[in-house]
């Protein structure tokens, strides 16, 4: 039963391309969450989505940053025009149950995707 | 802004120490606790949750919970070299229901 699994591991982009990052959730598991960890710093909430509708995305940038989860294949989380700012750790977790409350035994996180922008 | 506040450390300790690792958060509110261990480059990995005021032990590892001071703790006994890493604390937002993380506390644990 595999984890959660993201990819790429590493991600170069220069200034002004899209990322493109994906997050394929634990068998079983519908919804998915992204956290952004910028260098020295903690781990931020993004985006929390379910099969084919995003449920809270305060988290999110109001511009370039934008996710979704289709009803078949991973979530994707798409950033566009990348400025040097982005580059960070962007990890993803995943639950099988109907909140963005981590439960009882946390989060699984996926094994993340380091972005550079150069 | 609620906030959960670490140390960034580096928190040194010899090897066969106690390391004691603090976190304090300012959401009154808050029920769930969680410290989590992250190797350089790697992902979190969940090693502790603590819900209830007191001390909740898993082998090498203690969490302590003063939900009065708003204060919680992660104890390390027999600390070891594989045990450097940074420890991020979580907290549970009573509001929103999602996690808030510290920025974490690096420990290195010298041989």
């Given at each position: ?118 | ?59 090498r590892f203690t969490a302590q919970l003063n939900k009065a001071s708003q204060y919680v703790s992660l104890l390390i006994r027999d600390s070891q070299p594989s045990d450097s890493a940074t420890y991020l604390c979580a907290v549970v937002d009573s509001g929103t229901y999602k996690y808030i993380f510290g920025t ?8």
């Amino acid at each position: 039963n595999a984890g959660v699994m993201q990819n790429p591991r590493h991600l170069v982009r220069r200034r002004g391309q899209e990322a493109r990052l994906r997050c394929s959730p634990m068998k079983g598991h519908s919804h998915v969450y992204w956290y952004r960890q910028l260098p020295e710093e903690g781990l931020k909430f993004m985006v929390y989505l379910q099969k084919e509708n995003i449920i809270d995305e305060s988290g999110m940038p109001k511009e370039r940053f934008s996710a979704e989860f289709p009803k078949e294949g991973p979530s994707i989380l798409r950033i566009q025009q990348v400025v040097r700012g982005d580059s960070a750790a962007y990890f993803c977790a995943s639950s099988s149950t109907g909140t963005a409350v981590p439960g009882r035994s946390g989060y699984t996180f996926g094994s993340g995707t380091r972005l550079t922008v150069v | 802004q609620k906030e959960v506040e670490q140390n960034s450390g580096p928190l040194s300790v010899p090897e066969g120490a106690i390391a004691s690792l603090n976190c304090t958060y300012s959401d009154r509110g808050s029920q769930s606790f969680f410290w989590y261990r992250q190797y350089s480059g790697k992902s979190p990995e969940l090693i502790m949750f603590i819900y209830s005021n007191g001390d909740k032990e898993d082998g090498r590892f203690t969490a302590q919970l003063n939900k009065a001071s708003q204060y919680v703790s992660l104890l390390i006994r027999d600390s070891q070299p594989s045990d450097s890493a940074t420890y991020l604390c979580a907290v549970v937002d009573s509001g929103t229901y999602k996690y808030i993380f510290g920025t974490g506390t690096r420990l290195k644990v010298l041989a």
